[in-house]
T-cell receptor, first 108, second 116 residues
């Protein structure tokens, strides 16, 4: 099975940088995804990592270390609209296992 | 349409009633997924299809839950004899394929089921 751990809540200031960590223990691995979910809305895709290293996409970057079972999502130049839940998910064949999400609050 | 659609958006059922939740995936998407999301938690995998074939249903919590996708497009999740613990948001997602690459899942808006 899969076990995904991420912090429950984080707070950061507008304009700052925040790093959201995710650790996982898996029986299979075909990639790790990060999704953003605003309250009452559906998750939306942010990033995908399958090889070790950093993937950069505008203000968002995601890092993966498969040997350590570890990933992080880095958000730069935080904006108020970045206040949301951030979900880490590991895919094993067709099945994706999600963490419970990290609720990020961005303060002015 | 441009995205994944689900209906109804909200459903209130009395305990013991049967419900059917519909998902229309993005046209051309081969893979379709169903998730259950309780308040304050991440989506919990229920089942997934590749075209009309149900390849994994290991997440269905009981034999009261049944999903189908008979023509490889629209899918229906049916819950028989609903219980209060079935109250959750049911999310449907689709992707081009699940086999390789960064095939992100596109989520629908969900159906919020409340069982009284």
């Amino acid at each position: 099975g899969q076990n995904i751990d991420q912090p429950t809540e984080m707070t950061a200031t507008e304009g700052a940088i925040v790093q959201i960590n995710c650790t996982y223990q898996t029986s299979g691995f075909n990639g790790l995804f990060w999704y953003q979910q605003h309250a009452g809305e559906a998750p939306t895709f942010l990033s995908y990592n399958v090889l070790d290293g950093l993937e950069e996409k505008g203000r968002f970057s995601s890092f993966l270390s498969r040997s350590k079972g570890y990933s992080y999502l880095l958000l730069k130049e935080l904006q108020m609209k970045d206040s949301a839940s951030y979900l880490c998910a590991v895919r094993d064949a067709g099945k994706s296992t999600f963490g419970d999400g990290t609720t990020l609050t961005v303060k002015p | 349409g441009a995205g994944v659609s689900q209906s109804p958006r909200y459903k209130v059922a009395k305990r013991g009633q049967d419900v059917a939740l519909r998902c229309d995936p993005i046209s051309g998407h081969v893979s379709l997924f169903w998730y259950q999301q309780a308040l304050g938690q991440g989506p919990e995998f229920l089942t997934y299809f590749q075209n009309e074939a149900q390849l994994d249903k290991s997440g269905l919590p009981s034999d009261r839950f049944f999903a189908e996708r008979p023509e490889g497009s629209v899918s229906t999740l049916k819950i028989q004899r609903t219980q209060q613990e079935d109250s959750a948001v049911y999310l449907c997602a689709s992707s081009l394929t699940v086999l390789a690459g960064s095939n992100e899942q596109f989520f629908g808006p969900g159906t919020r089921l409340t069982v009284l």
